[in-house]
């Protein structure tokens, strides 16, 4: 199975700010998925990001809040911009490889303030 | 569209009992069916899967499923719990269809482990 390397694990930053999460797979894989994990929540899809496609948001997330970059079969990056305290989550990258195995990143920790 | 319910937020076991989490997942055709768990402060480690075959699907850890199609249901058990098992449990099943290839979770079990 791939493995994950997500960047960073945690920050803490101030409103108005944004941040960049990276993903860095081992292997190249078409489907990596962005999903967010509020404080006790389950994990919501944000987005879908196929290399070669723009990203596919799910309802409730746009592009402009959370623009995705996908430029090759084995690297990503989430932005979450113009930061709120409403944005304190967990942000989880995760790819799906030989048909449906799953992998996912160690997560990301953002605390806004 | 796929989804998946567990009913129960928070289960609560004593060490040494059996276990039972409990999951319904809502799709016409054969799903694609995960548990997953989740420890405070880490990621998500898969505990097992069922894509088909035998209905009765063995994990790490001592878990195991049950796939029950007539119930809709994939419940994850374990005859006795350690105090080790006490995380966040959650159970997702496999989005199919066009681009679309993601897991979609249910809302999770809490699980605390009593002494």
């Known amino acids: 199975s791939a493995v994950i390397s997500q960047k960073p694990s945690r920050d803490i930053c101030q409103r108005g700010t944004s941040l960049t999460i990276q993903c860095q797979v081992d292997?190249?894989?078409?489907?990596m998925f962005w999903y967010r994990q509020q404080p006790g929540q389950s994990l919501t899809l944000i987005a879908t990001?196929?290399?070669?496609?723009?990203?596919?948001?799910e309802s409730g997330f746009v592009i402009d809040k959370f623009p995705i970059s996908r430029p090759n079969l084995t690297f990503s990056t989430l932005t979450v911009s113009n930061m709120s305290p409403e944005d304190s989550s967990i942000y989880l990258c995760?790819?799906?490889?030989?048909?449906?195995?799953?992998?996912f990143g160690s997560g990301t920790r953002l605390t806004v303030v | 569209a796929q989804s998946v319910t567990q009913p129960d937020i928070h289960i609560t076991v004593s060490e040494g009992a059996s276990l039972e989490l409990r999951c319904n997942y809502s799709?016409?055709?054969?799903?694609?069916l995960f548990w997953y768990v989740q420890s405070p402060g880490q990621g998500l480690q898969l505990l097992l899967k069922?894509?088909?075959?035998?209905?009765l699907v063995q994990g790490i850890k001592g878990f195991e499923a049950e796939f029950k199609r007539s119930q809709s249901s994939f419940n994850l058990r374990k005859p006795s719990v350690h105090w080790s098992d006490a995380a966040e449990y959650f159970c997702?099943?496999?989005?199919?269809?066009?681009?679309?290839?993601?897991?979609?979770f249910g809302k999770g079990t809490k699980l605390s482990v009593k002494p």
């Open positions: 995760s790819v799906r490889t030989g048909g449906y195995g799953y992998t």
């Open positions: 292997s190249q894989v078409t489907m």
């Open positions: 990001a196929n290399q070669g496609s723009e990203a596919t948001y």
């Open positions: 799709y016409g055709a054969t799903p694609y």
């Open positions: 069922y894509f088909s075959g035998d209905t």
């Open positions: 997702a099943v496999a989005r199919t269809g066009g681009s679309q290839g993601n897991l979609i």
